[in-house]
């Protein structure tokens, strides 16, 4: 979803030097999930033995389907919180599966400490700027 947050910020003004930030802040936080999602997706695909052309197909074909999904699930999780809450489930139980199937065992696998501390590490970090988006976030006032 990078192309829609590609946009020219208005012209900063003193009512429109707010909304500027905003874009180029949501840019930044565009950048920083995705940048790192596309390197990891390829390095599963990378790991699965796939190869040039073969990666840039199914990433791509696995992009589309998430704006699909997107497309439908937006007018869907409108309809009630009950719809919402049954998205969010299934997404996190999907991630689940994933992480516990494919990733646990390479993880796993690691047999020195330092490696170990490193992922342990990796993971507190990730745990930590969750937890800090969603301080900022409950502090800015956003309802959603």
Partial sequence: FFFLMIRRPPRSTQSRSSAASDVYKRQVAVLAHE?????GDTG???AAGFAGKKIIFWNTFVNITA????????PLGSVNEVVTNCFIAIVAGNFFYIA?????????????FKI????????????????AVIFVEGTQGHDH
């Avoid at 940048?35 to 390197?39: A, G």
């Avoid at 704006?67 to 937006?74: D, S």
């Avoid at 516990?100 to 047999?111: A, F, G, I, Y």
């Fill in 35 to 39: 940048i790192p999602r596309e390197i």
């Fill in 44 to 46: 599963i695909l990378l």
């Fill in 67 to 74: 704006i699909i999904g997107t497309i439908i699930a937006l």
């Fill in 100 to 112: 516990l199937t494919s990733m646990l065992p390479v993880v796993n696998s690691v047999n020195t």
């Fill in 116 to 131: 170990a501390l490193g992922q342990l590490i990796a993971l507190g970090l990730g745990v930590g700027a969750m937890v």
